[in-house]
């Protein structure tokens, strides 16, 4: 090992979402001192831009398949070539598409789960797939972290010998001091300074489920004409996003954008932040929402049931119910006192009650780092 503990951290993607903003938050706050942090995305995107930007090393290797050999033989070049001491696997497909390579250069992998790749919708041969796979990648790995506790005792309920160390995802709350000055984010966008404005920002993906968003919305244009959604982020569903809205006629009702890095200032244009997942390890959006005071609607799923208590800092709604989720946002967007009540909970939540803080997140991180190195290589088994 060199003078510095070099440790390669590992995403799908290089888009911005929950598991990305991790990433970014924790080589921000890692003490350089005693860590080399590198990272390795499978696809280009603003978050690998923004990590070059600050300095960090970041590699893009594309991939598709986690099974792909070529794929493989680079990444086991990169490690031997970066000297890597120590992976850190931020999801399914990350860990999946460098487990050949870390078997090969016996490198020891922590891998965290930013939710599990199994969930309650699917049918009950691909859950019990993705949980075998699931079994043989915790197994695998040195050591297991989970975001949250909801992710922890699924893992003990559903993977037999589970067992994981919890590391709540932290942020940066300066970023969302409120006594700070804020872009203009309503004007860019042409909304009415007297519009409720309700807030979807995440990745296009079934899991975060944007159409069922649309469909809900729509539900309440149809009764108010002073609210607007703004709907923030990319993904593979972008041309069904983009179906919905004009199916449903709400072209003029509805504003969409790609990815923006500047979260706290959209944040602080909106009045309502809507989270309809279907599944969730600890979403860092509902987070830094709740930071910053805003009324939030969230489903009951692992995660988000952590931080929202229905009716007290927020509303719960079930995964896939468009009427439910309308319902949830005509009664904020009706009842100004409610939703200013929700919002100060909200904020009081985050600040008071749990320990969300990258720093203390960062710290528990780097300690679990130097106990793996600490201990005998993995020898790695087959369930």
């Not at 999946?96 to 049918?123: E, L």
């Not at 919905?244 to 009045?271: C, H, K, M, S, Y």
Request: charged share 20%.
């Amino acid at each position: 090992m060199g003078e510095k503990i070099r440790v390669l951290q590992t995403i799908r993607q290089g888009q911005i979402g929950g598991g990305e903003s991790h990433v970014l938050n924790l080589v921000n706050f890692l003490d350089k001192d005693q860590f080399d942090p590198i990272v390795l995305s499978f696809t280009p995107g603003p978050m690998v831009d923004r990590l070059r930007e600050s300095g960090i090393r970041t590699h893009v290797i594309n991939g598709k398949s986690p099974i792909d050999i070529k794929m493989g033989r680079q990444i086991k070049a990169l490690v031997e070539n970066e000297q890597i001491d120590l992976i850190h696997a931020h999801g399914t497909r990350a860990y999946m598409n460098i487990a050949w390579a870390a078997r090969q250069c016996k490198i020891p992998v922590i891998y965290t789960v930013h939710g599990w790749s199994f969930h309650p919708d699917q049918s009950f041969l691909i859950k019990n797939a993705r949980i075998i796979a699931e079994r043989m990648l915790t197994r695998r790995a040195m050591l297991t972290i989970t975001v949250s506790d909801s992710n922890h005792k699924t893992g003990q309920q559903l993977i037999k010998g589970f067992q994981s160390k919890v590391i709540l995802n932290g942020i940066d709350m300066n970023r969302f001091r409120p006594d700070q000055s804020f872009k203009a984010v309503r004007a860019q966008y042409n909304i009415p300074a007297n519009h409720t404005l309700v807030l979807f920002m995440a990745r296009m993906t079934f899991q975060k489920d944007p159409v069922t968003m649309v469909q809900a919305f729509k539900l309440v244009a149809d009764r108010y004409q002073d609210i607007t959604l703004l709907l923030i982020g990319q993904g593979e569903l972008d041309q069904e996003v983009t179906k919905a809205i004009e199916q449903n006629g709400l072209t003029d009702r509805v504003v969409r954008d790609g990815f923006r890095l500047d979260v706290p200032d959209v944040l602080n244009a909106a009045d309502i932040y809507c989270l309809p997942s279907h599944w969730e390890g600890q979403p860092i959006g509902l987070i830094e929402a709740m930071a910053s005071s805003k009324a939030v609607i969230a489903t009951h799923v692992d995660g988000s049931k952590e931080l929202v208590e229905d009716g007290v800092n927020g509303l719960l709604i079930d995964p896939k119910q468009a009427q439910q989720l309308a319902t949830a946002i005509e009664k904020l967007h009706t009842d100004g006192v409610l939703r200013r009540k929700l919002a100060a909970q909200a904020y009081l939540t985050i600040k008071n009650h749990h320990s969300y803080d990258a720093t203390s997140m960062t710290q528990q991180i780097e300690d679990t780092y130097l106990t793996v190195l600490n201990q005998k290589k993995p020898e790695y088994s087959y369930p």
